[in-house]
């Protein structure tokens, strides 16, 4: 790889996987693709030679999957190339670049950071390239895609991300336990279950345990599906109005809290440092339950020594528990000069073979239902079993979170002003409240 001049920290390098012209059928089936349904939705242009260059994601698992990705993209466009420049994923060093007036045509983002550049013209909106190619969005789930919309129109290709609850049926079975459900559409699976299940599990010793019934993490997307749970939300659909310190927010938050400091049936921070962090604890037998990214099948097939499953999160006062989720959304920046062959390659990565690629090495969860429900994926041979209908039930109750376009700030504040709250240090209300104060000048612009 060679450092691009003047951008210390990442680097670009092309993919020249294959080769030859971009054949005529090609050529006839971009052409096809590409009538023109009104005057703003001209005709496919793909030039030979083209390159996009992707601000990718790597990693040595991630990047062969991308490399994999890539030839699927040649196969179809033998004379396009593809330029990686990594390290350049955060909001932060693609704001430098479009900046510098060097960004790349394709980046990604989370939901915190996407209506950041759409709200500044900076990505391109997609629906031109939906309408003039008659893309057909109705086998995704239907949250993929509306994630990255910003003010009625699409921006991302979603690369999706989903959080589930992994937990030890052992020892549920061990104290007398039922296996938690398979679902997360349980109305019995209630917060009141959920912390009995943690309190029977849960050994004390002294001022702390042994045992824990549950880690659930701190950041956002891990305490944001209790909020939705108990019938909240953390903004307005617009993202001009913070909830935060309504009843069902301070609640949830409280509920969260309790847990560590309260019922003690989780471990508050430097208890799990000391006691071997989350992984420790549970591949130990330590630890019942957390909850994190889909990626986690995957490093429990190879890791755990013991029964384990997935399960939904329980519910408050909802109807139905609601699932925190999104991963990353891929953009085509507006000033590209090759944006028909950047669409094309997005098209490919939201493709059958593309999901199901990044669906079966455990990268992440199908974007597609069709690919959710193959066999391979629902009902492998492997842990979890048939009941990765977890990972689809929480595909399709996943929540909406609110484009904002100061939003990487949002999160930082909102991590700023819990930290005291997970200390016990602050009550949730405290803590809430404060937040809701510094959170407000920052709110999207009425419109």
């Given at each position: 790889?060679?450092?691009?001049?003047?951008?210390?920290?990442?680097?670009?390098?092309?993919?020249?996987l294959?080769?030859?012209?971009?054949?005529?059928?090609?050529?006839?089936?971009?052409?096809a693709?590409?009538?023109?349904?009104?005057?703003?939705?001209?005709?496919?242009?793909?030039?030979?030679?083209?390159?996009?260059?992707?601000?990718?994601?790597?990693?040595?698992?991630?990047?062969?999957?991308?490399?994999?990705?890539?030839?699927?993209?040649?196969?179809?466009?033998?004379?396009?190339?593809?330029?990686?420049?990594?390290?350049?994923?955060?909001?932060?060093?693609?704001?430098?670049?479009?900046?510098?007036?060097?960004?790349?045509?394709?980046?990604?983002?989370?939901?915190?950071?996407?209506?950041?550049?759409?709200?500044?013209?900076?990505?391109?909106?997609?629906?031109?390239?939906?309408?003039?190619?008659?893309?057909?969005?109705?086998?995704?789930?239907?949250a993929?895609?509306?994630?990255?919309?910003?003010?009625?129109?699409?921006?991302?290709?979603?690369?999706?991300?989903?959080?589930?609850?992994?937990?030890?049926?052992?020892?549920?079975?061990?104290?007398?336990?039922?296996?938690?459900?398979?679902?997360?559409?349980?109305?019995?699976?209630?917060?009141?279950?959920?912390?009995?299940?943690?309190?029977?599990?849960?050994?004390?010793?002294?001022?702390?345990?042994?045992?824990?019934?549950?880690?659930?993490?701190?950041?956002?997307r891990?305490?944001?599906?209790?909020?939705?749970?108990?019938?909240?939300?953390?903004?307005?659909?617009?993202?001009?109005?913070?909830?935060?310190?309504?009843?069902?927010?301070?609640?949830?938050?409280?509920?969260?809290?309790?847990?560590?400091?309260?019922?003690?049936?989780?471990?508050?921070?430097?208890?799990?440092?000391?006691?071997?962090g989350?992984?420790?604890?549970?591949?130990?037998?330590?630890?019942?339950?957390?909850?994190?990214?889909?990626?986690?099948?995957?490093?429990?097939?190879?890791?755990?020594?013991?029964d384990?499953?997935?399960?939904?999160?329980?519910?408050?006062?909802?109807?139905?528990?609601?699932?925190?989720?999104?991963?990353?959304?891929?953009?085509?920046?507006?000033?590209?000069?090759?944006?028909d062959?950047?669409?094309?390659?997005?098209?490919?990565?939201?493709?059958?073979?593309?999901?199901?690629?990044?669906?079966?090495r455990?990268?992440?969860?199908?974007?597609?239902?069709?690919?959710?429900n193959?066999?391979?994926?629902?009902?492998?041979?492997?842990?979890?079993?048939?009941?990765?209908?977890?990972?689809?039930?929480?595909?399709e109750?996943?929540?909406?979170?609110?484009?904002?376009?100061?939003?990487?700030?949002?999160?930082?504040?909102?991590?700023?002003?819990?930290?005291?709250?997970?200390?016990?240090e602050?009550?949730?209300?405290?803590?809430?409240?404060?937040?809701?104060?510094?959170?407000?000048?920052?709110?999207?612009?009425?419109?």
């Amino acid at each position: 790889m060679r450092s691009r001049d003047g951008s210390a920290g990442w680097t670009r390098r092309s993919l020249l996987l294959g080769g030859g012209a971009l054949t005529s059928g090609a050529l006839a089936a971009c052409g096809a693709a590409g009538e023109s349904t009104g005057a703003t939705t001209p005709r496919a242009q793909l030039t030979d030679g083209a390159t996009v260059v992707w601000a990718v994601d790597d990693g040595p698992t991630r990047t062969p999957m991308r490399e994999d990705q890539v030839k699927l993209f040649k196969e179809k466009f033998p004379a396009m190339q593809v330029e990686f420049v990594t390290g350049a994923t955060g909001t932060e060093k693609l704001q430098a670049l479009f900046a510098a007036a060097t960004p790349p045509d394709m980046f990604r983002q989370e939901t915190s950071g996407h209506a950041f550049f759409a709200s500044r013209g900076q990505s391109a909106p997609l629906d031109p390239y939906i309408k003039r190619d008659r893309y057909d969005l109705s086998d995704f789930f239907p949250a993929a895609w509306d994630l990255w919309r910003w003010k009625g129109k699409y921006y991302g290709v979603p690369f999706l991300g989903i959080r589930i609850a992994y937990y030890n049926r052992s020892l549920v079975q061990q104290v007398g336990g039922r296996p938690l459900p398979a679902t997360w559409r349980d109305a019995g699976w209630s917060w009141e279950a959920f912390l009995d299940i943690c309190g029977r599990v849960t050994q004390r010793q002294g001022t702390t345990a042994t045992r824990w019934g549950a880690d659930l993490g701190t950041s956002r997307r891990d305490w944001q599906p209790w909020v939705w749970s108990n019938g909240g939300d953390l903004f307005n659909a617009e993202g001009t109005k913070q909830l935060l310190d309504e009843p069902p927010a301070v609640e949830a938050l409280q509920f969260l809290a309790g847990l560590i400091h309260k019922h003690r049936v989780a471990p508050a921070a430097e208890e799990l440092k000391a006691q071997g962090g989350r992984r420790g604890l549970f591949l130990g037998g330590g630890l019942l339950l957390y909850h994190a990214p889909v990626s986690n099948i995957a490093a429990n097939r190879r890791e755990a020594g013991f029964d384990w499953s997935i399960t939904g999160l329980p519910r408050g006062k909802a109807k139905v528990a609601a699932a925190s989720g999104g991963g990353v959304g891929w953009f085509m920046a507006q000033d590209s000069k090759v944006k028909d062959a950047t669409w094309e390659l997005m098209k490919v990565l939201a493709s059958k073979e593309g999901v199901r690629m990044e669906a079966v090495r455990g990268e992440a969860p199908p974007s597609r239902r069709s690919i959710a429900n193959e066999p391979a994926f629902i009902n492998p041979s492997e842990a979890p079993g048939k009941d990765m209908r977890v990972v689809v039930d929480a595909l399709e109750l996943m929540h909406l979170e609110t484009p904002l376009i100061e939003g990487v700030e949002i999160d930082r504040l909102l991590t700023e002003e819990l930290a005291p709250l997970w200390r016990g240090e602050k009550t949730a209300r405290e803590a809430m409240t404060q937040a809701a104060g510094r959170i407000k000048p920052l709110l999207n612009p009425a419109a």
